[in-house]
Nanobody, 123 residues
Framework: QVQLVESGGGLVQAGASLRLSCAAS????????LGWFRQAPGKEREFVAAISRSGHNIYYADSVKGRCTISRDNAKNTVYLQMNSLKPEDTAVYYCAARGSWVSTRTRDYSYWGQGTQVTVSS
């Protein structure tokens, strides 16, 4: 199955930027749709951003729209999440997820998940 490994998390101050990466062990990376989700302590996992196979269809949660950019590099089998103007409420474990056929913003639609990378934003 597809293996996903997130990286790039860390401790930053409010207003700072962070770039998360997700590397996939998938020889047909261009055939999978990808998403970023996050889970804060005591809360359910929530959608952040998603990108289709071609990269043409992109979706963002209202909470991050205008501050985040999702992109993918099929040659490197990697999807990125650029986060700017970070807020303390962005603090969470960020997960990369993958699925086939079509892109989705729903957690339950994704078949493969990474272990997550911690993002902590201090004020």
């Amino acid at each position: 199955q597809v293996q996903l490994v997130e990286s790039g998390g860390g401790l930053v101050q409010a207003g700072a930027s962070l770039r998360l990466s997700c590397a996939a062990s998938e020889s047909t990376f261009s055939n999978i749709n990808l998403g970023w989700f996050r889970q804060a302590p005591g809360k359910e996992r929530e959608f952040v951003a998603a990108i289709s196979r071609s990269g043409h269809n992109i979706y963002y949660a209202d909470s991050v729209k205008g501050r985040c950019t999702i992109s993918r590099d099929n040659a490197k089998n990697t999807v990125y999440l650029q986060m700017n103007s970070l807020k303390p409420e962005d603090t969470a474990v960020y997960y990369c997820a993958a699925r086939g056929s079509w892109v989705s913003t729903r957690t339950r639609d994704y078949s493969y998940w990474g272990q997550g990378t911690q993002v902590t934003v201090s004020s």
